[in-house]
């Protein structure tokens, strides 16, 4: 029997030795925090180590020797000498016999256990036993060929249920919880089982609903899954478990696969929290009288952002959450008004969650704002270091422009032109590009005073459109110039300009190719008006692009004052135009559905506004009534009940329809609530939370 000869652990010696590097069992690490078992094992699955390897390692922790299983061949007679139910419990596996010497030899995970060396000893039959350690892959794999899996515990009576003890009672002693699996599917969900078993998981199999209820007031289940194609009630059988066991946990699923990758649950619990911290730092900020609530800005832009980037839900939440808290600090130890830069926060607020024993990783993603990124992690990217940089490229933006505020398009250009400025010193590239994706997707609009004035330019001569874009700017209109064709045709097909100008001013030739290789390219200058800007002598001879669509050809001589007067003329054009239609729908109401905005998001739109309204809401046979004075409910009445009471429970209707009609002050009813909006909104989630029934937020 071997007696352990060192206290390295095992990564320390596969370092020592060579065998793997720093990135790899740091990445290894981060698997097994995320899913469990055995690092070595882990750095075998990724291909970093090979079987030799690790127990070269393993032999020199545990002072022992080693077998390399897959280069053994088992014969039959050896695997007889130790009983199917001891090999499984134990993890054991014999693997030679040397009858002039009657040992034994035996693999296993860890020769230094001396209780399995006196078990072994006594099953053995007389024959004397040798341990052998064996990587844990392939152990598992010899046990299971030669030995199979342990028994399935299940149903065999289906009047009468009953759960079958496991065979061997070792195991049975050594598992870490049972499963109730309810599927009519047994074939289809064989992974699962077999899967929850290798961990060792007791599993009680069944196939309906009705019979599960009547087992599961005999014993305690871990965890119970139903899939969602089985006979009989299982609303009740998931109200009984939550009467008799409220701790088991309850997984209704499609499939195996499902179960793997499916988010839902996730993304409804993340989706409760962010809506917490959005109401959290609002009541802060009303408390403190600021202006703006940036920090909410800032957590439902990286929101937004994690969601373009498709980041999962458990980091999303991380990151998320930092970014709500990300200036905590200003509120815990107040702030002058004219403290230094805000960035000065971030630090105290990482000091303080340590000092809250706060998550680790939410502190870790704080520590990570604001650095120099040296160019590094183009291999490798730590979440704490992806987060750090998503919240500070938002911070910096919400610093500057409002949340939802529409940008323009010569502003938006602005920005990209800065963010891949500082791609590789301060923002990391896929961050930079899915924000501006995002941005240009959500917020990127004509101009806010509604006046038809972006104006799209091209020249393969940057400094000529200099004087142009000026003077346009100068006029009221919002110029961006490009050199590119490339670029001007992106810009083009994200935008839909109000107006375009191109300059040439070469060979009549070179720009009939120009407005045709637009065209070509699927630029409408038949339905946007376009200008060209051309040479003096040239410009007779492009007459023929009338026939192209073209709005108009001016000569450049110095003197912009034409294209600026004709340019006027189209905006007044196209502003009446937009008047008209507008005009025509003034005066009616707003309506919509609850499953496209529910009650929650609509009084969050409305707030803001300071709208005098009637809000009428209806679910089936239910109905709310609300009157908001400047965008504060003042009054409430609906199901029996009112003031903030009767907003409580439409909080969660998801389906339903709802109506707001601008009134006068004077058609007021007398008030029935004195509560803010943001506690109405607060405790009616605290409530919903309490009875599972928080709508889906948009």
């Avoid at 990209?416 to 990391?428: E, H, V, W, Y």
């Avoid at 025509?584 to 309506?591: I, K, L, Q, R, V």
Wanted: charged share 25%; glycine share 6%.
């Amino acid at each position: 029997m071997s007696e352990r000869v060192t206290s390295l652990r095992i990564d320390e010696i596969l370092l020592r030795e060579g065998l793997v590097s720093d990135e790899q069992i740091a990445e290894a690490l981060e698997f097994q925090r995320e899913a469990g078992g055995r690092i070595g094992s882990h750095l075998l699955r990724m291909g970093y180590l090979d079987e030799a390897g690790l127990l070269r390692a393993l032999s020199v922790q545990l002072n022992c020797e080693s077998v390399i299983l897959s280069n053994v061949e088992l014969p039959p007679e050896v695997i007889d000498l130790i009983p199917a139910n001891v090999a499984i419990a134990r993890s054991v596996c014999p693997f030679a016999y040397d009858a002039g010497e009657n040992v034994l030899k035996i693999a296993c995970e860890d020769p230094t256990d001396q209780d399995l060396q006196n078990e072994l000893t006594f099953v053995a039959g007389g024959r004397k036993v040798h341990l052998y350690v064996a990587a844990e892959m392939p152990l598992r794999a010899a046990i299971e060929k030669h030995y199979g899996k342990r028994e399935t515990v299940s149903v065999v009576d289906e009047n009468s249920p009953q759960i079958l003890e496991d065979t061997g009672g070792v195991e049975t002693a050594q598992a870490r919880g049972t499963i109730l699996l309810v599927s009519d599917e047994p074939e289809a969900d064989r992974p699962l089982r077999e899967a929850l078993e290798q961990e060792n998981y007791r599993v009680v199999s069944i196939d309906s609903a009705d019979d599960a209820i009547e087992i599961i007031g005999s014993q305690n289940f871990h965890t119970v899954f139903i899939r969602d194609t089985v006979q009989g009630d299982y609303i009740d059988l998931i109200d009984r478990l939550r009467k008799v066991s409220p701790r088991t946990l309850v997984r209704y699923y499609e499939s195996a696969a499902q179960l793997l990758v499916n988010q839902e649950s996730g993304m409804a619990v993340s989706d409760l929290i962010s809506r917490n911290l959005q109401l959290f730092t609002s009541l802060l900020g009303s408390r403190d009288n600021l202006e703006d609530n940036h920090a909410g800005t800032v957590g439902e832009y990286v929101d937004r952002l994690c969601r373009q980037m498709g980041i999962p839900v458990r980091d999303r939440l991380h990151i998320v959450t930092a970014a709500y808290v990300h200036d905590l600090s200003r509120f815990y130890y107040g702030e002058s008004k004219d403290a230094p830069d805000c960035r000065s926060r971030i630090p105290m607020t990482a000091k303080l969650l340590d000092s809250l024993n706060y998550p680790p990783l939410v502190t870790e993603i704080l520590r990570s704002m604001y650095i120099d990124l040296q160019q590094k992690f183009t291999k490798r990217l730590p979440i704490e270091k992806l987060g750090g940089n998503i919240v500070t490229l938002v911070d910096i933006f919400c610093e500057n422009i409002p949340l939802n505020q529409k940008i323009s398009l010569d502003k938006f250009e602005t920005i990209r032109s800065k963010l891949t400025a500082l791609i590789g010193k301060l923002f990391l590239p896929e961050v930079v590009e899915a924000f501006l994706e995002m941005i240009e997707a959500e917020i990127l609009i004509e101009p806010p005073s509604g006046r038809h004035n972006q104006v799209l330019m091209f020249s393969d001569d940057a400094r000529a459109l200099e004087p142009v874009a000026r003077r346009l700017k100068s006029e009221g209109f919002r110029p961006v110039a490009l050199d590119t064709i490339e670029r001007f045709l992106e810009l083009y097909r994200r935008s839909k300009p109000d107006m375009i100008v191109l300059l040439d001013e070469g060979r009549p030739a070179r720009a009939i190719g120009l407005v045709d290789e637009m065209i070509r390219h699927g630029v409408e200058i038949i339905k946007i008006p376009t200008f060209l800007l051309t040479s003096q002598q040239a410009a007779p001879e492009l007459t023929s692009l009338f026939d192209r669509g073209l709005e108009d050809i001016i000569p450049h001589d110095g003197s912009l004052e034409m294209l600026a007067v004709k340019l006027r003329k189209i905006r007044l054009r196209m502003d009446q135009k937009t008047n008209q239609v507008k005009e025509a729908a003034e005066g009616a109401g707003t309506s919509g559905n609850l499953c496209d905005m529910n009650l929650i998001d609509l009084l969050q739109a409305l707030g803001p506004g300071r709208r005098t309204a009637r809000i009428t809401v209806t679910s089936g046979q239910k109905k709310l009534l609300l009157y908001l004075d400047q965008g504060r409910i003042v009054y409430a009445e609906g199901g029996g009940k009112t003031g903030a009471e009767a907003v409580f429970e439409p909080l969660g209707w998801a389906e339903g329809k709802w109506m707001v009609e601008p009134i006068e002050a004077s058609e007021l009813p007398d008030p029935n609530n004195e509560l803010p909006n943001e506690s109405i909104l607060m405790e009616g989630c605290r409530l919903l939370d309490e009875t599972g029934r928080m709508p889906t937020m948009n």
